[in-house]
């Protein structure tokens, strides 16, 4: 699938990317992050022009992530209703509001297995939209031209840089979820450690 798609930004341009990143934006598993290296060698090898690709690319993930936003946010009573009553879910809330902004940044390019969770949490929570629009326009343009640049950089070896971004990006996954884990089971050893067990 992706060999068909990265044939297919060749032939329609930057258009095509700016709807797959749309839609990656919506949530559906498409491979944004390999587009967007790819882009960058295109324009180096003049198939794309850059300022039109860049511009594109930006404001479509944009208007995904805002509809993924509008999602969470008009499911918030459904959400709610379901999740709220939770411990976990007035912990991931609390962390959320403690957090929010620099979650929103880092899941745009960094992390970005759990952009969609952020966003609809975002949503959700009611975040301030002007806020979030910020958080979320700042980490794109990290992800377009931060990718993109390395796919320009590297032109034709910009395969390698894929596969050792997705590497790096699996890893920080793994370190975000160790966080977590070791956050969450702190308070139980400290209540351990008080007990002299």
């Not at 301030?128 to 320009?152: H, N, P, Q």
């Not at 596969?163 to 977590?180: C, E, K, R, T, Y």
Request: charged share 15%; hydrophobic share 50%; net charge positive.
């Amino acid at each position: 699938m992706s060999e068909f798609l990265l044939t297919q930004v060749v032939n329609y341009g930057a258009p095509l990317l700016g709807v797959l990143v749309f839609i990656g934006g919506l949530g559906v598993p498409l491979p944004c992050t390999l587009l967007v290296i790819a882009a960058g060698a295109f324009v180096r090898q003049g198939f794309l022009p850059w300022h039109v690709t860049a511009l594109i690319s930006i404001i479509s993930v944009i208007m995904g992530d805002s509809l993924s936003y509008a999602m969470g946010y008009y499911a918030r009573e459904k959400a709610l209703d379901r999740f709220s009553h939770t411990r976990r879910w007035k912990k991931a809330e609390l962390t959320f509001r403690k957090w929010g902004a620099l979650s929103i940044f880092f899941s745009r390019f960094l992390v970005t297995a759990i952009a969609l969770p952020i966003t609809l949490l975002s949503g959700v929570t009611r975040y301030s939209f002007a806020k979030w629009l910020r958080y979320d326009a700042l980490g794109e343009t990290v992800w377009i031209f931060g990718y993109g640049g390395l796919g320009y950089l590297f032109g034709s070896q910009w395969e390698t840089v894929n596969d050792f971004l997705g590497n790096f990006g699996g890893l920080a996954l793994g370190v975000v979820v160790l966080i977590f884990g070791i956050r969450q089971a702190a308070p139980q050893w400290a209540k351990r450690k008080r007990s002299g067990r």
